[in-house]
């Protein structure tokens, strides 16, 4: 049985919720699972409150919130703290969160094919197919998402290891797809979150390179008068 704690510690409590949606659902649901729960799976954090999983369209993310509300979940808007993610309905049990975005993680930050292939490993609950996403897309998430929490696991995933080439590269064709200026705002947030991570004597060979869009965005911004 999942625990009365709002706080899981337990990688059987994510995969017996999943069993659970899986079972519930009325047609296949294909998600990405971003955040905390795919790094308790690896060790590199000892329990979290939100299941961040990013659907891959909008009709698949309201039959996920339909499946958690079957299981007795109350489906509310986002906090103050999801207020730089695209995420507009949590499902909420227990004072645990199941945060459910449909394709878009921030402003016009989405959930991109390439993050979609890195996903590490692939499971099947009933009808919920799940993927884990990479640690270099979690790593972005978090850097965007500056939730409390979220700091700490970014160092914990920089001193697990990651591959900074493929972190840039994600960033990088992100920022240059087109759309509006005001939709490239999630640069800011990133270059804010390396910069803390740089204070607390973290290496991070892309700051530099990051740093360079932020001013971009900038720029851009001020020519058009906002951001």
Known sequence: MISSSNRISRREEINELFEQLGQVLEQKVEALLI???????LGLKDATKDIDVVCRSEEDKKRMLAAAKAL?????????????LGVKRLAVKGGRNLDIFAERI???FDLSESM????TRIRSFGSLMVRDASLEDIFIMKLIANRPG????????????????????????????????????WINYIEEGIARLQDNDLTIPIGDKISILASEY??????????
């Open 116 to 119: 979609w292939q890195r996903a």
């Open 35 to 41: 955040g905390g729960a795919v790094m308790l799976e």
């Open 150 to 185: 979220d700091a700490p696991d970014c160092s914990a995933l920089v001193i697990a290891g990651l591959d900074f080439d493929t972190v840039c590269l994600e960033i990088e064709a992100q920022y240059r797809k087109a759309g509006e200026v005001k939709e490239k705002i």
């Open 106 to 108: 921030s402003y016009d």
């Open 72 to 84: 007795g979940f109350e489906i509310v808007g986002p906090e103050k703290r999801h207020e730089r």
């Open 218 to 227: 900038h720029e851009k911004g001020q020519m058009r008068g906002r951001f």
